[in-house]
């Protein structure tokens, strides 16, 4: 089973960037696929952005509610995906996650980490 820590969150001011990592560890995380999700206050977790597994044809998918200013990309020699995000708003203060799915970006995913804060304020 993989086990996944995310970094990178903090506090940004509105339209700034973030790029959030999530490295993994574990022997499985080439063939999982991983998301990318958010839970703000009060709200219920909001799936963000999906890369599956990089042993065959990489699939990307990215929710609307960020397409455009969002972008999940993989680095398989660091063991890690990224969220790189862009134009940020108020309302994207949340706690942000990663997690693993070893049966595709529509699948199941059963390995979660323990999130990072992003906060965005003036």
């Known amino acids: 089973q993989v086990q996944l820590v995310e970094s990178g969150g903090g506090l940004v001011q509105p339209g700034g960037s973030l790029r959030l990592s999530c490295t993994a560890s574990g022997s499985t995380f080439d063939s999982d696929a991983i998301g990318w999700f958010r839970q703000a206050p009060g709200k219920g977790r909001e799936e963000l952005a999906c890369?599956?597994?990089?042993?065959?044809?990489?699939?990307?998918y990215v929710a609307d509610a960020v397409q455009g200013r969002f972008t999940i990309f993989r680095d398989v020699d660091k063991n890690t995906v990224y969220l790189q995000m862009h134009s940020l708003k108020l309302e994207n203060t949340a706690i942000y996650s990663c997690?693993?799915?070893?049966?595709?970006?529509?699948?199941?995913?059963?390995?979660w980490g323990q999130g990072t804060q992003v906060t965005v304020s003036s």
């Open positions: 890369i599956s597994s990089s042993e065959a044809e990489v699939l990307v």
């Open positions: 997690a693993a799915a070893s049966d595709g970006c529509y699948g199941s995913f059963g390995s």
